[in-house]
C-alpha cells in the first residue's frame, strides 16, 4: 500500500483528496443538515460519496487516469454547487480544486475543467456581491491555476526523466535490466493470450575484458555502443534490446518461428563478425536463444536461454546455440 502511495503521485493525490473530503466535508454536511439546510448538506454529502466512490475504484483497479478525470470533475462541479447554494462562503472551496485538478487528470482537460467552474459561477452570479468582486476571484482564480499548471509541468517532466533514469542504459540509449524484467513478464503474458511465439536472445561479447585491459574502457565503452548501433539497424521495430549487465545484452523477438529465428541469428553473428571491431582487430559474440514455451515462467525462459549462453561460450564462443538444442538435464542443470 504504502509503496503504491510512493510510486504513483496521482493514486496519492486522489487518496490524500479522498481523505480530506471525508474529513473535511463531512462536518460542514452535519452542521449544514443540523441547521435545516438540506440542500446544501445533500450537496456535501454526493460531492463526498462520489470522490470516495472514485478512490476506492482507483485502489481496486490501478486505473488513476478514469478516476482522477472523474474525481477533477466531481471536484469542480461540487465546489460550483456549494457556490451557487451557500452563496460567497462556497467560493473558497474554489481555489484547492483549482490546484488539485491539475494534479488529478491531464492538463488539458484541468484547464476546461477550471475555466468552466469559473465560468459556471460567474453566469450564476449570486455568489459575489459586486462585479468587481466577481472579477477580482476571476483574476485570482485565473494565478491560482496558472501557478499550479506550471507546478505540476514541472513536477510532469521531472517524473518522466526519472522514470527514463532508472530504466535505460545511459551508456548505450538502450533500456536496462529492470525494464527487461517487466517486458519478460508482459511478452509471456501476452504469449499465453494469444498464442504469439516468443523468442528471447542473450548475447555477451566474447573476451571483453580484454579489451578494456588492453585499450582502455573508453575503447570499450566505444564497441559496446557500435554493438547497440549494429543490433538496432538489423532487427525489427518490434524487437526489443536489454543491456543486462557488463558485456552482456539481451533481445527479445516477438512473433518469431524456430525457422526465421535461425536466419536471423545467422544475420547477425556475421554482421558482428564483419563490421564490430576494435583497435587490435574483429569483436566476435556469443549468443544463446531461447523460444518461450507453453505455460513458462519468465525466470525459467530467461534460464534456458542463459543455459544456452553459457554453452556457447565454453564450447569455443563466436557461435549461437540453441536451447531447443541441448539436452533437457542441461537446460535444468544451467538454470540451476
Not at 507546478?151 to 517532466?157: I, M, P, Q, S, W
Not at 533500456?175 to 508482459?186: C, F, G, P
Not at 556469443?286 to 544456452?308: C, H, I, M, Q, T
Request: overall charge negative; proline content about 3%.
Amino acid at each position: 500500500m504504502l509503496y503504491r502511495l510512493k510510486t504513483d503521485l496521482r493514486l496519492s493525490v486522489i487518496t490524500l483528496l479522498g481523505i480530506s473530503a471525508l474529513l473535511g466535508i463531512t462536518p460542514f454536511a452535519i452542521m449544514r443538515f443540523a441547521q435545516g439546510n438540506a440542500i446544501a448538506g445533500l450537496v456535501d454529502l454526493t460531492i463526498m460519496l462520489a470522490i470516495l466512490s472514485a478512490m476506492t475504484y482507483a485502489w481496486v483497479t490501478g486505473d488513476t487516469a478514469r478516476s482522477g478525470f472523474f474525481m477533477a470533475i466531481v471536484a469542480a462541479s461540487g465546489a460550483v454547487a456549494v457556490g451557487a447554494v451557500v452563496g460567497e462562503p462556497g467560493l473558497f472551496w474554489l481555489y484547492p480544486v483549482l490546484v488539485t485538478s491539475f494534479f488529478l487528470t491531464e492538463a488539458r482537460y484541468a484547464i476546461f475543467i477550471n475555466v468552466a467552474a469559473v465560468v459556471a459561477l460567474m453566469v450564476h452570479g449570486v455568489a459575489f456581491s459586486s462585479s468587481v468582486q466577481m472579477w477580482s476571484f476571476a483574476t485570482t482564480a485565473f494565478v491560482v491555476s496558472a501557478c499550479a499548471f506550471a507546478f505540476a509541468h514541472r513536477n510532469e517532466d521531472q517524473r518522466e526523466r526519472l522514470e527514463h533514469l532508472a530504466t535505460v542504459d545511459p551508456l548505450t540509449g538502450v533500456k536496462n535490466r529492470r525494464s527487461m524484467d517487466e517486458e519478460l513478464a508482459i511478452a509471456t503474458s501476452m504469449a499465453a493470450r494469444n498464442g504469439i511465439s516468443q523468442g528471447l536472445v542473450l548475447l555477451d561479447i566474447d573476451f571483453f575484458k580484454q579489451v578494456n585491459d588492453e585499450y582502455g574502457h573508453s575503447v570499450g565503452d566505444e564497441v559496446l555502443k557500435e554493438l547497440v548501433n549494429l543490433l538496432q539497424k538489423n532487427v525489427r521495430r518490434s524487437d526489443q534490446l536489454f543491456r543486462f549487465g557488463g558485456e552482456e545484452f539481451v533481445l527479445l523477438m516477438p512473433g518469431v518461428e524456430q525457422v526465421g529465428l535461425r536466419a536471423v541469428m545467422h544475420n547477425l553473428q556475421e554482421i558482428i563478425r564483419r563490421f564490430l571491431r576494435h583497435p587490435g582487430g574483429p569483436v566476435t559474440a556469443s549468443f544463446g536463444v531461447a523460444v518461450l514455451k507453453p505455460d513458462e515462467s519468465p525466470e525459467d525462459w530467461f534460464g534456458r536461454a542463459d543455459g544456452a549462453l553459457y554453452r556457447a561460450k565454453e564450447t569455443g564462443r563466436d557461435r549461437v546455440v540453441y536451447s531447443e538444442d541441448l539436452p533437457e538435464v542441461a537446460n535444468v542443470q544451467s538454470a540451476v
